[in-house]
């Protein structure tokens, strides 16, 4: 075993290419939960998203020999579910990566940790996380895919162009259309 609990990502998914499946098992603890949210958000059915993680996870066992470090692994692995996901539409008709994009470059703002909340304002909290998930759900397939990568693998508009196969500034437009949108509907 040539890997801790604090080894990296990279440098697990590499010990697994060689052979070591315990590095296998600490990669899909790490990442089984956000790459489901990230799927379930996207195509918004349980099973559905049940299946692509199972997918999205063989993929990566079956590519496993020919890993090679060329980013981080999270936008590898993100690219591995979102080609999971554009698959699934394909067999199913269904597309709706719509982007809207433009010449304003707002800079992209992070929404509130609610870990920051007072105790006190619990009940106003889960309304405030119903209302947002409400709000991501109907949100533009393009522009949730941005903000669910961001948002639950941790990546940046760099990854996200990466992992989406478009260009830096369509990422980004995307990420902060979701944004706004996201802050105009918590306004309301």
């Not at 489901?36 to 993929?59: G, P």
């Not at 470090?69 to 394909?90: E, G, M, P, S, W």
Request: one cysteine or more.
């Amino acid at each position: 075993m040539s890997w801790s609990a604090e080894s990296s990502d990279e440098e697990l998914m590499l010990s697994y290419r060689d052979g070591d499946a315990g590095a296998f098992d600490a990669l899909y603890a790490r990442h089984k939960g956000g790459v489901y949210r990230y799927l379930l958000r996207q195509c918004r059915d349980a099973a559905t998203a049940e299946e692509l993680v199972q997918e999205v996870w063989m993929n990566l066992i079956r590519a496993r020999a020919g890993y090679t470090v060329q980013a981080k692994f999270t936008t590898y692995l993100y690219r591995v579910a979102h080609n999971r996901l554009i698959d699934h539409y394909r067999r199913n008709g269904h597309v709706d990566m719509v982007s809207f994009d433009d010449e304003d470059r707002e800079e992209i703002v992070e929404l509130p940790d609610e870990r920051e909340r007072p105790a006190d304002a619990a009940l106003d909290a889960r309304r405030q996380a119903g209302r947002l998930l409400e709000l991501i759900a109907a949100l533009p397939g393009a522009q949730r895919e941005a903000f669910l990568l961001q948002q639950e693998g941790g990546m940046s508009v760099e990854e996200i162009a990466l992992a989406t196969g478009v260009n830096r500034e369509t990422a980004k437009s995307r990420l902060r259309y979701a944004m706004a949108r996201l802050r105009q509907g918590m306004r309301e």
